[in-house]
């Protein structure tokens, strides 16, 4: 059975920085894509980074130069280094896993932590 769970999250002030992290349980992690998503209070879902499985990334445009997206393959872990936080930053971080190529839908990834909260104060 897949299992995520996510750490790292707590609250920060704007131009600070967190590391979460997402631990995977039960299948092969490195022959999934990885994705981190957030939610805002009161807004759906978005798309935070991708990792695929040869380790290339994506990032929403909000978040390119900020945040850095990366996969260990023997600690079955995933991370996300955030760096120059902004208020709007402010949601429930969750980490995601699919099958096969990497997208940017959350309804594609069948696979969810339970989510860890970030909050930025400005």
């Known amino acids: 059975q897949v299992h995520l769970v996510e750490s790292g999250g707590g609250s920060v002030q704007a131009g600070g920085s967190l590391r979460l992290s997402c631990a995977v349980f039960?299948?092969?992690?490195?022959?999934?894509?990885m994705g981190w998503f957030r939610q805002p209070p009161g807004k759906e879902r978005e798309v935070v980074a991708t990792i695929d499985i040869d380790s290339s990334s994506s990032y929403a445009d909000s978040v390119k130069g900020r945040f850095t997206i990366s996969r260990d393959n023997v600690k079955n872990t995933l991370y996300l280094q955030m760096n120059s936080l902004k208020p709007e930053d402010t949601a429930m971080y969750y980490c995601?896993?699919?099958?096969?190529?990497?997208?940017?839908?959350?309804?594609?990834?069948?696979?969810w932590g339970q989510g860890t909260q970030v909050t930025v104060s400005s």
């Open positions: 995601a896993a699919r099958r096969f190529t990497c997208v940017s839908i959350p309804s594609y990834f069948p696979y």
């Open positions: 039960g299948y092969t992690y490195s022959s999934y894509c």
